[in-house]
């Protein structure tokens, strides 16, 4: 469908052809007269032409002798061209007053810029109104109409340019006056003659390393061509006025603004002293006229007014926090300039203190990305390729959070220095912030430029509260905790404005929730200005403490303040454990309580291992030490780092014996036998608990704590089957609190070594309800699980879907761990039921909610992966089961785990075997032989205490090679 403008041109045309036909007198009448007209203006131009000084001006007037000469001969709605018609006569006269005893000489000045930019408009309309003539006369059409709308924008394009001759007379050509008053007098509106001198100013090149900015450029470009007034903020090197040369220089803007872009920059003024007069004075320098007379404002705005224009107001946090009284209509002076039409302003700033009453449009300026904080360092430092080294420069840019200005002195240092990648290093973990102080001046010192913002008014203000809030936000890797504020620091009432004054001079920032500090910032406030003081850190220690006390195993207010400021919390135990205080107790005793609270709520890896170990020991630290070293191991079990939370334990117990705490001792290192038999390592388990049993400290362990070794004891004797099932779990059934725990096992070591699985199926379901009586959800999961392993051995595939089922329904929004755990068991059941796909889709339903549990706990992971194997091994998918089953030996190997290694060893030998690849089947089963006799297993029960991880019965490859049968006859030594 044609636009309204086309369909409008269409209708004039048809009466156009009409009226040929039929003409109206009058019309014919009004266009001879224009006609005739035109002829004597084309007469006089030429003429005007011959006696004008300057070449420009007589290309100017032959352009527009031309536009009336096709307008003359050839356009056919003369009267609509009446405007354009009557301003070029109006331009020949100006030209004619104006240049008038001018030299080319003047074009040097803002004559010049007038006359380029009326010769840009002519030879515009020129070029359209030939244009039409041309269309016109291949299509043997003689007559042109030019649309109304045209014309209209050509008359206000002229009205325009036409402006600045206006101006001309307020900057001062250097011509006769009388000659300028004239051509004032012909466009109207005579100002006063006392007018500033003009100087053209070329704005500033582009930068020529701007990494990683090419979309935010465009981004800010686009706003400056659709009239956005934009406000550039971040901190200190963050690269705002490179951004704002690279936009000045963009083509669109060129193309927009021409000669008219203009770069003011207040870096070398001190706020406190600034006055209006000096901001005027500057912004009028870079404008390249020369204030006359008083009035600034008036004069610089008719300089702008006069053409479209855009002003960078760079570093402009120095008048915006302007102190002076002498200064206060400074605000109002950027809004005038603002509300200029076609005027468009970018500012630069490090405050946030924006002029008011104009439409900025705010945008952060992001620290860089790693690849571009890379291209920038090796730019500049040159002794290494790109290739070579961007590994090993990786951590420490991230270190300085990719802040392009301290990247570029640090790059500029260790190229200067000649320094090595090694020697960079050491540098920077010997001095921080001290490498980026290699010159003078804010581009080349980090200390320079944080003292631009240091010195600023607003941050004057604050006095030394404002420096005691920076140690302190730098202290802490978080940042403050804004919710917290107020009852972290007390003796700071005034908190929450210091914060937003800081805020506001981008020396912090705010992201969720925290006032935080860029990296290179807080080294630079770490090492040269003061540490945190006492009363602070004794405030914030205290609001901590509290919080870790009071927090218990339930989700509640204390639970949250662990999990929003574990990061802050451990930087501030850390320092006390370094330096101990009077009161010593409280502090291991917030250690250790610290450390449950990240097992319960946030489990994840800690720096407080090294500040354990190094804690002195003495009498009065032993009990202390081991209470810390043993949430340390349990932390660490949770974590799945099993190597390291036995080495916990182990250390813990020493200490617990050294302290006379038997029962401790007893406890640590009976979870380290537990944590043995979970890596599959059952003859060690079982030799740490006999040898306890044989040891002085037995007879004074708790009944209880017996029970458990007795328990455990026989967990791994199980697995072994070094003892008959009627002997395990006997001793430990007859304790209170371990008895149906027990019973429930030495019924599931029947079942595992062949007993009569009616009666196991029936004792099971008997235990199963007397733990249902009494509510133990743990001993309810194990005899389920005993009556689904039961079933699934049997056949009877939905009950033991159905069992599972429940053990994923009592732990359901409780124990996500568990349930995953046992959606992996529903996933091999439905693959045994021929349903591979809803296997799949189990285990990724599982996966999904419970990455952070999958992440963190490898067991979880080493039981997802290996079920994922055995379904693609049960659907026939040996690629991708052999990629799972791979993948599950590497992580067993980083964990230390024999059972799961083994079993995946298998079932890479029964790949390889289905594959008829004999040698490399022999291969894999030799080694899953090798780690059953390392584990204790004897290997023909590799699966009895596994029936969940058993392989569908068409994979024989392992049973022929343990009997030495063909292919295996001779390998099975």
Known sequence: ???????????????????????????????????????????????????????????????????????????????????????????????????????????????????????????????????????????????????????????????????????????????????????????????????????????????????????????????????????????????????????????????????????????????????????????????????????????????????????????????????????????????????????????????????????????????????????????????????????????????????????????????????????????????????????????????????????????????????????????????????????????????????????????????????????????YVRDSLQAPDSTCLQEIRAFYYRAVVSCSEERDEYADIIISDHLNMEQVVALNLANIPDDAKETYDACWQFLECLEWHLPRPTTLTFAISNIVESPSTWTLKAHCLSHLAWLYNILSQLVEASQAFQAAEALYLTAGDPEMMGDCLLTRADLLRCQGRFIQSQNLVENLQHSDSWESLSETTKARAWYFLDMARMYTFTASADELFVKSAEHRHWGLLSKIWHWRAEFYYGGDTVQVNTRLENLFMQCTSIGDVFDRKRALEGLAEVAFCEGRLSDAMDNLQMIVRIFEGQHSEDVLWYTVRKAVVASKQGNCDLARELIQKASEPFQFFSLRNARTFLHRSHGSACIELTAGDCDRAESYFTATIDACDLQADLVVKTLSMRGLGEIAFARSNFALATQRFKETRSLCTEMGVPPQHLYRCSPFCTLPDKFKGWSLFLEGLSPFANDTK
């Open 1 to 523: 469908m044609p636009s309204k403008k086309t369909k409008a041109g269409l209708g004039r045309s048809k009466k156009s052809k009409k009226d040929s036909k039929q003409p109206a007198p009058e019309t014919e009448s009004q266009d001879d007269n224009l006609s005739q007209a035109l002829a004597i203006a084309i007469v006089a131009i030429n003429a005007t032409k011959e006696i004008v000084p300057i070449s420009l001006a007589k290309g100017i007037l032959g352009t527009i002798a031309n536009i009336l000469i096709i307008a003359q001969s050839v356009i056919k709605n003369k009267s609509d061209f009446q405007v354009i018609a009557d301003k070029c006569e109006n331009i020949r006269e100006i030209l004619e007053s104006a240049t008038k005893e001018a030299t080319e000489d003047d074009l040097r000045g803002y004559l010049g810029h007038a006359l380029t930019q009326l010769n840009k408009t002519v030879n515009r309309i020129n070029s359209d109104v030939a244009s039409s003539k041309e269309q016109r006369f291949w299509r043997r059409l003689f007559a042109v109409t030019i649309d109304h709308d045209q014309i209209v924008a050509w008359d206000k394009d002229l009205d325009r340019v036409l402006g600045l001759f206006n101006f001309e007379a307020l900057a001062g050509m250097a011509i006769d006056m009388k000659f300028v008053k004239k051509a004032l007098e012909l466009v109207g509106n005579v100002p006063s003659m006392n007018a500033p001198k003009y100087r053209q100013i070329e704005p500033p090149s582009r930068p020529a390393m701007l990494y990683g900015r090419d979309d935010l450029v465009a981004e800010l470009t686009n706003l400056v061509v659709n009239d956005e007034h934009l406000a550039l903020i971040g901190p200190g090197g963050m690269g705002k006025s490179s951004l704002a040369k690279a936009i000045i220089n963009e083509p669109l803007v060129t193309d927009k603004f021409a000669d008219r872009r203009f770069f003011v920059t207040y870096d070398d003024l001190d706020p406190s002293i600034i006055t209006f007069e000096t901001f005027m004075t500057r912004f009028a320098g870079a404008l390249g006229i020369e204030i006359v007379g008083a009035d600034p404002v008036r004069q610089i705005s008719t300089f702008l007014r006069s053409a479209s224009a855009l002003v960078v107001l760079d570093n402009a946090e120095t008048f915006e926090e302007a102190s002076a009284s002498s200064a206060l209509g400074i605000p109002s002076a950027v809004a005038e300039m603002a509300n200029i039409p076609g005027v468009i302003l970018v500012l630069t700033s490090r405050s946030r203190r924006n002029a008011p009453n104009v439409r900025w449009i705010t945008k952060d300026i992001p620290p860089l990305d790693l690849s571009s904080a890379q291209a920038v360092f090796f730019q500049i430092y040159q002794h290494v390729s790109r290739g070579e080294a961007e590994e090993d420069i990786k951590g420490l840019l991230k270190e300085l959070d990719f802040h392009p200005l301290s990247i570029n002195i640090l790059a500029n240092a260790a190229q200067q220095n000649a320094w090595s990648l090694a020697t960079l290093l050491k540098r920077w973990n010997d001095r921080h912030s001290k490498v980026l102080d290699s010159g003078k001046g804010k581009l080349q010192s980090l200390s320079d430029t944080m003292q631009l913002s240091l010195s600023s008014p607003s941050i004057q203000d604050l006095g030394k509260d404002g420096r005691r809030a920076l140690a302190i936000i730098a202290f802490l890797p978080q940042g403050l905790n804004e919710t917290l504020a107020s009852g972290l620091l007390p003796s700071l009432p005034q908190v929450d404005a210091i914060c937003d004054v800081l805020c506001m001079q981008s020396l912090v920032y705010r992201q969720d929730n925290f006032i935080r500090m860029l990296a290179p910032i807080r080294h």
